[in-house]
T-cell receptor, first 113, second 119 residues
Framework: GDSVTQMEGPVTLSEEAFLTINCTYTATGYPSLFWYVQYPGEGLQLLLKATKADDKGSNKGFEATYRKETTSFHLEKGSVQVSDSAVYFCALSGDNQGGKLIFGQGTELSVKP | EAGVTQFPSHSVIEKGQTVTLRCDPISGHDNLYWYRRVMGKEIKFLLHFVKESKQDESGMPNNRFLAERTGGTYSTLKVQPAELEDSGVYFC?????????????????FGSGTRLTVV
């Protein structure tokens, strides 16, 4: 079945450091790919998405490119801030799945001043 | 517009007891989903309602879990009897996309979750 694998955390960075969180997936067909973020005490929020190969999703300085050849959707940010501390989840929604999301295990990011 | 509301936000119960979680979706959203995250692992799909009907309940772990959505508005998820492994965070989400359930542009709206601890 479809699955998502993302790098384990926690990840601890200093402010202004470069961030990469790796995400790879296994799926039949052409899934849509997403990054969700959960800030402390809040619900899951959609951070960015890409619906077809080579699409680049971007939001709040974060980017991720849908790479079908490597089945990857790595999350990057050039300069993290303390306010980016959160848990990040990579997810996919497959074809004809009624909107069901398949998530990775989440990566906790802690940014220190 | 009110978001997706879940309550309680936290619940601590003893093994063998019953707990009922509630989710109020955004008004007018036909699609309602339950997910849970156990022990820092991945968030797993439990089930999907379209209005009051169960569209997909393939993720329900066993018959101790019962989900209902009477009248197609709010939903409840009952765990009876609760076991230690049921501890985790239970998320609810809603969406208004009658074709697929998921709106690729706007996504779902998730609630803040209910943290369930079974001791």
């Amino acid at each position: 079945g479809d699955s998502v694998t993302q790098m384990e955390g926690p990840v601890t960075l200093s402010e202004e450091a470069f961030l990469t969180i790796n995400c790879t997936y296994t799926a039949t067909g052409y899934p849509s790919l997403f990054w969700y973020v959960q800030y402390p005490g809040e619900g899951l929020q959609l951070l960015l998405k890409a619906t077809k190969a080579d699409d680049k999703g971007s939001n709040k300085g974060f980017e991720a490119t849908y790479r079908k050849e490597t089945t990857s959707f790595h999350l990057e940010k050039g300069s993290v801030q303390v306010s980016d501390s959160a848990v990040y989840f990579c997810a996919l929604s497959g074809d004809n799945q009624g909107g069901k999301l398949i998530f990775g295990q989440g990566t906790e990011l802690s940014v220190k001043p | 517009e009110a978001g997706v509301t879940q309550f309680p936000s936290h619940s601590v119960i003893e093994k063998g007891q019953t707990v009922t979680l509630r989710c109020d979706p955004i008004s007018g959203h036909d699609n309602l989903y339950w997910y849970r995250r156990v022990m820092g692992k991945e968030i797993k799909f439990l089930l999907h309602f379209v209005k009051e009907s169960k569209q997909d309940e393939s993720g329900m772990p066993n018959n101790r879990f019962l989900a209902e959505r009477t009248g197609g508005t709010y939903s409840t998820l009952k765990v009876q009897p609760a076991e230690l492994e049921d501890s985790g965070v239970y998320f609810c989400a809603s969406s208004q996309d009658p074709r697929t359930g998921y709106n690729p542009t706007y996504g779902y709206t998730f609630g803040s979750g209910t943290r369930l601890t079974v001791v």
